[in-house]
């Protein structure tokens, strides 16, 4: 029997080139403004339409601001950007949600909250995160812009097949441990490399358990584990969740697109190129300490010794410590910390934004904390205004931004200044990746908050 992966990919096969690679059918292209607009230009110079317009959705998120979206951005790059993708989709036919349209978010964000991301989809974007819509039972990756190019023009990619994991995850999570903690500890047993050339299937009750946030949140982290993608078989939980949303089919396509759902499941004796299994009692809050996604331990440990590493890994590990001023051996339990942000295509869910509300409600942000709390989509803000979220977030000294990417990566003006602390549910923290110099902590919502209104590294265990 074939794995999931084998029967979505087989059936968007449109031709197989002999000793190289396959043509795949795309069903679902998201563009933004980052990686889109040199394919679009040698559309142009190629006098190239866009195949299936209708397939093809852009938003702007890289690069807008999380203030004044009412106002003309003052970046003059990021203006260029997001002009320039508004610009594209008109004179390609291509349905745009652009700043301040109720529809923008983050890419990822709005996909699956708008019923475009479906099961047995196969789904692209110019953007590595894009493994985030795996959650819904798609096979959904990052491309490169020639290769949106190629989208935009045949609704097809030529791509190489990867092997096939499956990571199964039993038992079930303790208290204050989340999909990100889950991601993390995933990172930190199997490296950022771990998972390269394979597209990963999670599977096992602490899955099953996890509500779409929450799968949303463990695939979005596939590709930081250098997986080509991860994705999770479609359930009832899936199916709750698509039904009545904008995109997803009604009546009798309901019913029609569901019973094929029902079958996107890996059969009971496929055979995957590797299987991994954890326990999920094993998983605890965690932070990360280095600069990688995989440099990460539970909150409550200290960072590794150099004990044991040979002299290329040592000279590494010492670089990043030295990037990060910590020390091998250290404890970061109680560690000061300046900046907080919660958001990103990883964190930036209404789930991520009432877990850090359930920590923070009646407390105080902590004086020298600087708090960014940016929702993934107007959706987003909007269900935090109607479930009174705002009220407590902002009693407790906390203000909520505008839509968009934000303090996750420093193309736009949230940027952590050089040499201090973010505490950040975003996916990344390589060198300067949120500013130059800045120095990031990934956690998830809960340890996050816990350190905004404690001011340092805490267990959220310890105030939950």
Known sequence: MNTLFDKIWDAHVVQQIEDGPTQLYIDRLYCHEVTSPQAFASMRQRGLKCLRPAQIFCMPDHNTPTHDQDKPIEDPVSKKQVDTLAENAKDFGLTHFGMMNPKNG?????????????PGMTIVCGDSHTSTHGAMGAVAFGIGTSEVEMVLASQCILQQKPKSMRINISGSLGKGVTAKDVALYLMSKISTSGATGYFVEYAGAVVRDLSMEGRLTLCNLSIEMGARGGFIAPDEKTFEYIKGREYAPVGE????????WETL???????????LYFDGADIQPMITYGTNPGMGMS??????????????AQASFMKSMNYMGFQPGQQLLGHPIDYVFLGACTNGRIEDFRAFASVVKGKKKADGVTAWL???????????????LDVVLKDAGFEIRQPGCSACLAMNDDKIPAGKYAVSTSNRNFEGRQGPGSRTILASPLVAA????????????TII
């Open 106 to 118: 983050i890419i990822h964000v709005v996909g699956p909250e708008r019923g475009l991301s479906l």
């Open 253 to 260: 396509a309901w019913d029609k697109a569901v019973a094929y």
């Open 265 to 275: 499941k890996s059969g009971e004796d496929a055979v995957f190129d590797k299987e």
């Open 299 to 312: 909150i409550t440990d200290s960072i590794p010794t150099l004990e044991g590493m040979g002299e290329a």
């Open 374 to 388: 940016v929702p993934g989509s107007w959706a987003v803000d909007q269900q935090i205004r109607m479930e009174g």
């Open 450 to 461: 816990a350190a905004a209104v404690t001011g340092v590294l805490t267990d959220p265990r």
